[in-house]
T-cell receptor, first 118, second 114 residues
Framework: DTGVSQDPRHKITKRGQNVTFRCDPI?????LYWYRQTLGQGPEFLTY????????KSRLLSDRFSAERPKGSFSTLEIQRTEQGDSAMYLC????????????????FGPGTRLTVL | AQSVTQLGSHVSVSEGALVLLRCNYS??????LFWYVQYPNQGLQLLLK??????LVKGINGFEAEFKKSETSFHLTKPSAHMSDAAEYFC????????????FGTGTRLTIIP
């Protein structure tokens, strides 16, 4: 399977616990995005990487959130001291920037990790 | 700032009838526009996109959309609905030519009536 994969698919945790999610992008893709989708809403941008560099973070990404992409391949999103308001679907997407900055204009999304904070 | 408005959070159509899902955008720069579909407990799948060129774009599963700059619209249509079209549909605009991040609408849930 050459699509974007995310692990776990579901996570239930108690308030105050830390959680970590993983995203494996399409292998040749150099850009990786994280979005959050709450019930009844569209996805909202959180952050993105080009290779291993984190280039932008949304104001939605509080200091309890941290994302990494250490080798420019998979990425992790960690939430510390979870709150009930963190309950959402966390979506990862990847895309390819080729030479000269041309972009394929398509982000490929993974199946998401659904987080429930009790 | 860019934004997307999807009129109608829920749309129901009969099987075989026309599907019309509305999307209006706001953008200070020429937009790139997208329609994604989401099935329950799954990620988003790209249906179609408008970047430049022809304003009527065709996508997968018989869907198409027309970019109308004067109306700032990008409505999604399908001539004949199928039961398998039942899903959530999201319109999105690309907000920045540097980071390519997407701004999504709140979605329209499409129900197909047998």
């Amino acid at each position: 399977d050459t699509g974007v994969s995310q692990d776990p698919r579901h996570k239930i945790t108690k308030r105050g616990q830390n959680v970590t999610f993983r995203c494996d992008p399409i292998s040749e893709h150099n850009r990786l995005y994280w979005y959050r989708q709450t019930l009844g809403q569209g996805p909202e941008f959180l952050t993105y990487f080009q290779n291993e560099a984190q280039l932008e973070k949304s104001r939605l990404l509080s200091d309890r959130f941290s994302a990494e992409r250490p080798k420019g391949s998979f990425s992790t999103l960690e939430i510390q001291r979870t709150e009930q308001g963190d309950s959402a679907m966390y979506l990862c997407a990847s895309s390819l920037i080729v030479g000269g900055g041309k972009h394929t204009n398509e982000q490929f999304f993974g199946p998401g990790t659904r987080l429930t904070v009790l | 700032a860019q934004s997307v408005t999807q009129l109608g959070s829920h749309v129901s159509v009969s099987e075989g009838a026309l599907v019309l899902l509305r999307c209006n955008y706001s953008s200070s720069v020429p937009p790139y526009l997208f329609w994604y579909v989401q099935y329950p407990n799954q990620g988003l799948q790209l249906l179609l996109k408008y970047t430049t060129g022809a304003t009527l774009v065709k996508g997968i599963n018989g869907f198409e959309a027309e970019f109308k700059k004067s109306e700032t619209s990008f409505h999604l249509t399908k001539p004949s609905a199928h039961m398998s079209d039942a899903a959530e549909y999201f319109c999105a605009v690309r907000t920045n030519f540097g980071n390519e991040k997407l701004t999504f609408g709140t979605g329209t849930r499409l129900t197909i009536i047998p």
